[in-house]
């Protein structure tokens, strides 16, 4: 047979296609079927892909599934990605986690994709009842649902995250690392439940993603740079939050955080700095910039807080030792649900440099909500409330 140039161009294509694409590794292969327990057939299905010499694709199709905590390792010969379609649930009790941190956790690799429309359960209600880290230091922490740790090159697309038992991810020592499209969900009411926590990482995006959930929407720890949350969505919850910093040893500096397109929803902080007063521990935030963002009944829509002190937990006799630096908040609109819509409490010892309000429109009851300031001077740009001093209102 004479083949046409067409029909070998065309054979060419399929066989290039054919040749780049995944190999795909079904769960199912590994014994994982609906309505059973898939712990030991991803484990599994993880093994065998890091093996391979090219990109592979474990796949976990659509059904309800049970999972126990799983910690998958690399190094990895090549790409693989996890396709999630289905729904996984964590079991309802904590202590079957076994004390883990973290009941999904992917470590020490390089390109790796999560991706999907599969829910990830984490079935919190109980460990939420037994929480009581806002009355004892040292309680007993759940299982988060992810925790990413030492991944370079990393994509978590589109799943969702729901009812985790503590925060629902935690990304720590990463670099390239995008969330995009990504769902948190968990009651208002529901304990320590943060949308991300980001630490020690650099490079990382959280894009186009919707966080209603019972703490910090994004949360970011120490030694993070070149970070980005846009076109996202937060509430309920606590808001955008830079630390707490300034309590435990050898603090890193955060650098470079860009905040963009974010409307807040009925959350308790709209964009905050926070560290703690009465420690030691001097690191440093700076290049912050918070810009576009709508406030839609946000009690501390706009707030740097250096007196941070929760369930009065330490003394607030010292000043904190952060210093923070060179940030930017720009267009923002919208309500705040107490009269102070921008609150800027720096430290004493070390005030806040370069800090910038910029077309910033916030109303309470309809009037121009207002601004207190201690230790600041923020320089003011178009539309934006002057201060007024701080009185001893503890925020
Ligand atoms: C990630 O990148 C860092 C810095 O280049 C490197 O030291 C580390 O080995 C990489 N980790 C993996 C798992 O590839
Ligand atoms: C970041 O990771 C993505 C996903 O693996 C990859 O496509 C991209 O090239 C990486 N970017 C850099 C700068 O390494
Ligand atoms: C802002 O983010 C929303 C999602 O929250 C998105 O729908 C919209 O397109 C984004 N706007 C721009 C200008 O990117
Ligand atoms: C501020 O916001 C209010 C309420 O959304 C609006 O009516 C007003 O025109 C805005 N002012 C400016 C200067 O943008």
Redesign the pocket.
């Known amino acids: 047979m004479r083949l046409s140039t067409t029909t070998f161009f065309l054979f060419l294509v399929l066989a290039t296609t054919h040749t780049t694409q995944a190999a795909d590794i079904d769960i199912k292969k590994f014994g994982g079927a609906p309505n059973g327990d898939i712990t030991q057939a991803l484990v599994n299905a993880w093994k065998q892909a890091c093996a391979t010499t090219s990109a592979s694709r474990i796949l976990i199709p659509s059904g309800t599934y049970k999972m126990r905590g799983v910690d998958l390792k690399g190094p990895c010969k090549a790409p693989i990605e996890i396709k999630v379609d289905g729904t996984i649930q964590a079991p309802a009790d904590p202590k079957q986690l076994n004390g883990a941190e973290q009941w999904v956790k992917i470590g020490y690799a390089s390109?790796i994709?999560i991706s999907g429309q599969g829910i990830f359960d984490g079935q919190g209600a109980n460990a939420w009842k037994q929480n009581d880290c806002n009355k004892n230091t040292k309680c007993e922490r759940s299982a988060m649902n992810f925790g990413f740790y030492f991944l370079n090159?990393?994509?978590v697309r589109g799943i969702t995250s729901k009812d985790s038992k503590n925060f629902h991810m935690n990304i720590l020592s990463c670099n390239?690392f995008?969330l995009d499209g990504y769902k948190a969900i968990a009651p208002a009411d529901s304990a320590n439940t943060d949308g991300v926590h980001i630490g020690r990482s650099t490079n990382v995006k959280v894009i186009n993603s919707k966080l209603a959930t019972g703490d910090d929407c994004v949360s970011l720890g120490d030694a993070n740079t070149h970070l980005v949350v846009q076109n996202v969505e937060c509430g309920p919850g606590h808001g955008i939050s830079v630390g707490s910093l300034g309590y435990y040893e050898n603090e890193g500096p955060v650098v470079d955080f860009l905040v963009k397109n974010v409307t807040l929803k009925n959350t308790d902080n709209g964009v905050r700095i926070k560290s703690w007063p009465s420690t030691s521990i001097a690191t440093t935030v700076t290049n912050m910039r918070f810009e576009d963002i709508t406030m839609v009944n946000v009690a501390n829509p706009i707030i740097i807080d250096q007196e941070y002190c929760p369930w009065n937990q330490c003394s607030k006799k010292a000043p904190s030792k952060v210093k923070i630096s060179k940030v930017s908040f720009k267009n923002i609109k919208g309500t705040s649900s107490t009269k102070e819509g921008v609150v800027l409490i720096c430290s004493k010892s070390i005030p806040c440099e370069g800090v910038e309000l910029s077309e910033i429109n916030l109303t309470f009851n309809g009037a121009p909500a207002i601004a207190v300031c201690s230790n600041v001077k923020p320089k003011i740009i178009g539309k934006a409330p002057a201060c007024t001093a701080a009185t001893n209102k503890v925020f």
């Open positions: 390109h994709t090159h990393t994509i390239n995008t």
